[in-house]
T-cell receptor, first 113, second 113 residues
Framework: KNQVEQSPQSLIILEGKNCTLQ??????????LRWYKQDTGRGPVSLTI?????NTKSNGRYTATLDADTKQSSLHITASQLSDSASYIC????????????FGSGTQLTVLP | DAGITQSPRHKVTETGTPVTLRCHQT?????MYWYRQDPGHGLRLIHY???????DKGEVSDGYSVSRSKTEDFLLTLESATSSQTSVYFC????????????FGPGTRLTVT
């Protein structure tokens, strides 16, 4: 069964600090991995997408890494801001039908002033 | 929210009553999805549509039905709501299906008492 595990479940940091969120997956055959940001009361919004051949992808202060051999990804947030407070969801696609998305349960990040 | 609206945004209903949630898109995307999001779980696919009148089941389809009579509208119906269907429901759309990026609506919070 395809699975995506994220850690930690929740994280509290001070504004301006950096943090790293982890995602481990067992999805086959792998197609791509996305990180989504979900603000409270809103739908998820895509931050980055990485395919099998990509190791690193940046989007402003967000940098995602992918190790396809160990099936691990991380999302690094630099110089956090209060607006970064959200749930960050790792989503892995398997090649195949439209059903083949596996969602992690998310990491709830709180940035305090 | 990428031209996707969901209605209603909030609903409280009693056990045993029928409920219909509506998703409307203005992007002319072919694929539409219904997910539910519960604490401790990742988003789980209920049903999806790959064209007008073309639908298929997801991993948690029991107790739900869908219909798509127009490209822009995708309806989710709970024939007889149960307390276990209390959840936040998200609609998503994508242009090409498969592992193509999905864009999410703002969600509907449904409470079944």
């Amino acid at each position: 069964k395809n699975q995506v595990e994220q850690s930690p479940q929740s994280l509290i940091i001070l504004e301006g600090k950096n943090c790293t969120l982890q995602c481990n997956y067992t999805v086959s055959p792998f197609s791509n991995l996305r990180w989504y940001k979900q603000d409270t009361g809103r739908g998820p919004v895509s931050l980055t997408i990485m395919t099998f051949s990509e190791n690193t992808k940046s989007n402003g202060r967000y940098t995602a890494t992918l190790d396809a051999d160990t099936k691990q990804s991380s999302l690094h947030i630099t110089a956090s801001q209060l607006s970064d407070s959200a749930s960050y969801i790792c989503v892995v696609s398997a090649r195949g039908s439209a059903r083949q998305l596996t969602f992690g349960s998310g990491t709830q990040l709180t940035v305090l002033p | 929210d990428a031209g996707i609206t969901q209605s209603p945004r909030h609903k409280v209903t009693e056990t045993g009553t029928p409920v219909t949630l509506r998703c409307h898109q203005t992007e002319n995307h072919r694929y539409m999805y219904w997910y539910r999001q519960d604490p401790g779980h990742g988003l789980r696919l209920i049903h999806y549509s790959y064209g007008v009148k073309d639908t298929d089941k997801g991993e948690v389809s029991d107790g739900y039905s869908v219909s798509r009579s127009k490209t822009e509208d995708f309806l989710l119906t709970l024939e007889s709501a149960t307390s276990s269907q209390t959840s936040v429901y998200f609609c998503a759309i994508s242009n090409a299906g498969g592992d193509d990026e999905q864009y999410f609506g703002p969600g509907t919070r449904l409470t079944v008492t």
